[in-house]
């Protein structure tokens, strides 16, 4: 079979598996979980196949025309190269374990066989991203996974919280996909095709008319999909859906596609040092800013998510200073420990009843209940604090070498801004994320107080595949010579210089979080033993809040025996003393949610109250005056109609005598004159 052969029927296997999980769920569900997991692993195995095929070396594309348009065709085509092989491993591994953990985790759920497919769906629409060779076919999946992300996100339809993130997640992304088509179809008619090698074609010779509005355009899309500085903020909130969708999502699909739509269309971007720029500082915000806010969040989920933000800030950083091979490297790395995280995360909600760290640093001997969670937690949290040898290390450092390169002076390919951008702001980000990464680590593992719940031993299915995960999440990242081949043949390699600096910044981060984390449990067992409550830092409140809602999310009721009873007492919270005053500002994601209100929805709001007044108080006056009239007119002309035939012929004979005495007066006026 041929290698083309084998890459069609990579996204079209989770696909068929998808349709049939839909149409045999209700009537068959003895095949839903075949159906689930069946397609999806014969998909990363064929992924794996087409990768080894080929091997890095020359691209592989074939096309055929999809529909006649009478201008710009467009064409079902594959466009294979090292990055579209080996990200699609990646999605096919990732999706692969997340339909073997769900078995487990959302075993008793009335509605996971529509979840399933789903999950399947949404696999397939990634896949088809990834392999596409024509912008509009791949614009196909880029919406179906906008579309899956809604439905799963909102899977826990019934309470508000699940509602309200699944409509935020599906209108932020759309407001940048506006932009997004437009910047296609500018793109598409400057080259006059939506074929990617075309396109490519056409920059390398200088085609483009108009290459900064492209690519802003373009990137804005990206923000969205990739959950970038400013439209980041819907997926924090995205975390109300079910923990392997959350995994799904931040490791191997919709916030990976934006940065490797990036990657992809590299040489769109680099036409213009403006949009260079602007992605770097895109990036930079987005890192630090993630970074301060992951460090204040209660709900452990939370803490993830704006992780992930952090990260892909990482790989857009890179792409931004020309390093594409680097970011990818980052985008496969991370999408294994991130994986691992929200699974693992998922462990420890299933065991401690809840998603707050503040209850689980209240529990004590909970890494005893659940000791491979607690291992395969902590290899994870390694490698994103990019400690060596682990994976996110050596992909971490291959980012900031990209971007020294550049502020150095050794690559032309980005201004030195923003090469010194990327490499600061990254910088403060090693050291930040090795912060909330240690606090995530201490609160969930080295908690004190009542013993944590004892569910018995989780299932295998859950555990059995964070050790699967565990392993490229360890050694992943010594492949780096062996990755180079598959990208662009750049080093990946860390220098002395980066490694020294970055983890250096890690390790500041840690200790100062440990520090931290000793001085509030002392402080706790203090105010424990005094019994009163210890002196309440600002913004406690609204972690009390956010500890409460999440110990009754409705995925914690679906996954637990029972709720444990909640620990009375202050929590040990080095966040608090770590961010100071920044602390509660971090913790509502610095208000940029209540400034979106203020600049966009209440005006939208408002001007469609207006709307709705002019329509109500002055269009419909208008027509139902029409209507009015119109009855009123009729109701005068049906007193006429008595159904009398003598008032008919008396009034017949009325006109006819007037019209007789008019025509004489006419005839005498006539004749005087």
């Known amino acids: 079979m041929s290698t083309t052969t084998l890459a069609v029927l990579v996204p079209l296997l989770p696909f068929l598996g998808a349709v049939a999980g839909l149409l045999l769920g209700r009537n068959a569900p003895g095949f839903v979980r075949p159906l689930a997991i069946l397609p999806t692993l014969a998909a990363a195995v064929l992924a794996v196949l087409v990768a080894v095929r080929q091997g890095g070396d020359e691209t592989i594309s074939a096309s055929t025309e999809l529909t006649p348009t009478g201008s710009v065709p467009i064409d079902l085509s594959l466009y294979l190269d090292g990055f579209a092989a080996l990200v699609a491993v990646l999605v096919g591994v990732v999706a692969t374990c997340v339909q073997l953990y769900?078995?487990?985790?959302?075993r008793e759920d009335p509605r996971y066989p529509s979840y399933a497919a789903l999950v399947s769906l949404f696999t397939s629409a990634m896949l088809l991203v990834v392999y596409s060779g024509d912008l509009m076919v791949l614009l196909v999946g880029w919406e179906i996974m906008g579309i899956c992300s809604y439905f799963l996100v909102g899977h826990y339809w019934e309470t508000e919280a699940a509602r309200s993130a699944s409509l935020k997640a599906f209108l932020v992304t759309k407001l940048g996909d506006v932009p997004f088509l437009i910047g296609l179809f500018a793109l598409a008619a400057d080259a006059d095709s939506f074929e990617i090698p075309k396109i490519l074609e056409t920059v390398a010779a200088g085609g483009l008319d108009h290459p900064t509005l492209i690519a802003l355009l373009l990137l804005a899309g990206v923000a969205g999909k990739?959950?970038?500085?400013?439209l980041h903020t819907w997926l924090p909130d995205a975390m109300a859906g079910p923990t392997p969708v959350s995994a799904l999502i931040h490791a191997a699909t919709m916030v990976a596609a934006g940065v490797y739509f990036i990657a992809r269309l590299l040489p769109v971007f680099a036409a213009s040092q403006a949009a260079l720029v602007v992605m770097a500082v895109m990036a930079a915000v987005t890192m630090v800013g993630s970074g301060l806010a992951a460090i204040a969040q209660d709900d452990i989920k939370r803490v993830l998510a704006y992780s992930t933000i952090g990260q892909l800030g990482?790989?857009?950083?890179?792409?931004?200073?020309?390093?594409?091979?680097?970011?990818?490297?980052?985008?496969l790395s991370h999408g294994a420990f991130k994986a691992l995280l929200f699974l693992g995360a998922g462990v420890i909600i299933h065991a401690a009843g809840t998603n707050s760290l503040g209850v689980m640093s209240r529990m004590d001997g909970l890494a005893k209940r659940i000791p491979d969670a607690f291992w395969t937690m902590t290899i994870?949290?390694?490698?994103?604090?990019?400690?060596?040898?682990?994976?996110?290390?050596?992909s971490k450092e291959a980012v900031l070498v990209a971007a020294e390169h550049t502020a150095t002076g050794h690559s032309d390919f980005a201004p030195s801004a923003a090469g010194w951008l990327v490499l600061v702001a990254g910088l403060l980000t090693a050291l930040l994320t090795a912060a909330y990464a240690t606090r995530l680590w201490l609160m969930a593992f080295r908690g004190r107080g009542a013993a944590a719940p004892d569910h018995g031993k989780e299932p295998l299915a859950m555990t059995g595949v964070l050790w699967l995960l565990a392993i490229p999440s360890v050694g992943f990242g010594l492949a780096a010579g062996t990755v180079s081949d598959w990208f662009d043949g750049g080093e990946l390699t860390p220098t002395l210089v980066t490694s020294v600096l970055g983890t250096g910044a890690a390790a500041i981060g840690a200790m100062l979080t440990y520090a931290?984390?000793?001085?509030?449990s002392a402080k706790a067992a203090l105010a424990a033993a005094a019994g009163t409550p210890a002196a309440a830092p600002t913004g406690t409140p609204a972690a009390v809040a956010a500890a409460e809602s999440a110990a009754e999310t409705p995925e914690v009721a679906e996954v637990t025996h029972d709720h444990p009873v909640v620990p009375a007492g202050p929590a040990a919270d080095p966040g608090t003393a770590f961010l100071g005053p920044l602390h509660r500002h971090a913790a509502a994601g610095f208000h940029l949610d209540a400034v979106y209100d203020r600049l966009f929805v209440r005006p939208v709001q408002a001007a469609a109250s207006l709307v709705r007044f002019l329509d109500r108080e002055v269009v419909d006056t208008y027509v139902r005056g029409a209507g009015t009239g119109t009855q009123l007119l009729g109701s005068l002309v049906r007193r006429a109609q008595t159904g009398n035939v003598q008032s008919y012929l008396s009034a017949l004979l009325a006109g006819a005598?007037?019209?007789a005495i008019a025509t004489a007066v006419l005839a005498n006026v006539n004749a005087g004159s």
């Open 102 to 106: 769900s078995t487990a985790y959302l």
């Open 226 to 230: 990739s959950a970038q500085f400013p």
């Open 314 to 331: 990482y790989m857009v950083g890179a792409l931004a200073v020309g390093d594409r091979g680097a970011a990818v490297f980052h985008l």
């Open 380 to 394: 994870a949290l390694l490698a994103l604090a990019a400690v060596p040898p682990f994976a996110g290390f050596f």
């Open 516 to 520: 931290l984390w000793q001085r509030a």
């Open 657 to 659: 005598v007037v019209l």
